[in-house]
């Protein structure tokens, strides 16, 4: 069985400062690997996807993720926040062979003007 | 697009009510799902299918069956609401091993 554990709950940036969510994960095989993100009031949308190609992964809007089996993390990072960024972020893991996925419990971000 | 839609935005009922949230994909997808979404707590897997007339039961599945008779329609049923299951339910659909396509929710209250 898979499981996520997103480390922290809360993050607030300045904007045009990096962002940091960082996704620690445990799963059985090789995993597959998500973050979303859901704005307020909006639904959840893709981010990026790690499925066993490159470790480093580039998402839309500028997000990029790592793959690192060694640390079984997936830390998602942007180099220069905006403040659109501002929304909810969940990393998911998926055993390779298994049709469920694992949420984590999300990350707020804010991004102070 | 794809697009996965939800019968109900709001839904209020009292408990001890059997409730259906339905939920229909238009992209043949085999594989569908249904979370709930609490604060602090994430999205958690309730039931899912991978094909018509299966299911498997997510992290959560107590108080709640589900019924996939058509490849496009997966319902989620509170046999007998309760207030703990007040809560935001999603649905999403997915080919095996893509992402997931959610539907805009159901945020549903029992009083």
């Given at each position: 069985a898979q499981s996520v554990t997103q480390l922290d709950s809360h993050v607030s940036?300045?904007?045009g400062t990096p962002v940091l969510l960082r996704?620690?994960?445990?799963?059985?095989?090789?995993p597959s690997l998500f973050w979303y993100v859901q704005h307020p009031n909006k639904g959840l949308q893709l981010l990026l996807k790690y499925t066993s190609a490159a470790t480093l992964v580039k998402g839309i809007n500028g997000f990029e993720a790592e793959f690192k089996k060694s640390e079984t993390s997936f830390h998602l990072t942007k180099p220069s926040a905006?403040?659109?960024?501002?929304?909810e972020y969940f990393c998911v893991v998926s055993d390779r062979d298994d049709y469920k996925l694992s949420f984590g419990a999300g990350t707020t971000v804010t991004v102070r003007a | 697009d794809v697009k996965v839609t939800q019968s109900s935005r709001y839904l209020v009922k009292r408990t001890g009510e059997k409730v259906f949230l339905e939920c229909v994909q238009d992209m043949d997808h085999e594989n569908m799902f249904w979370y709930r979404q609490d604060p602090g707590l994430g999205l958690r897997l309730i039931y899912f299918?991978?094909?018509v007339k299966m299911k498997e039961k997510g992290d959560i599945p107590e108080g709640y069956s589900v019924s996939r008779e058509k490849k496009e329609r997966f319902s989620l049923i509170l046999e007998s609401a309760s207030t703990n299951q007040t809560s935001m339910y999603l649905?999403?659909?997915?080919?095996?091993?893509e992402k997931l396509f959610f539907g805009s929710g159901t945020q549903l209250s029992v009083l």
């Open positions: 940036v300045s904007e996704c620690n994960y445990s799963s059985s095989y090789s905006h403040m659109s960024d501002a929304a | 299918s991978y094909d649905c999403a659909s997915s080919l095996e091993g």
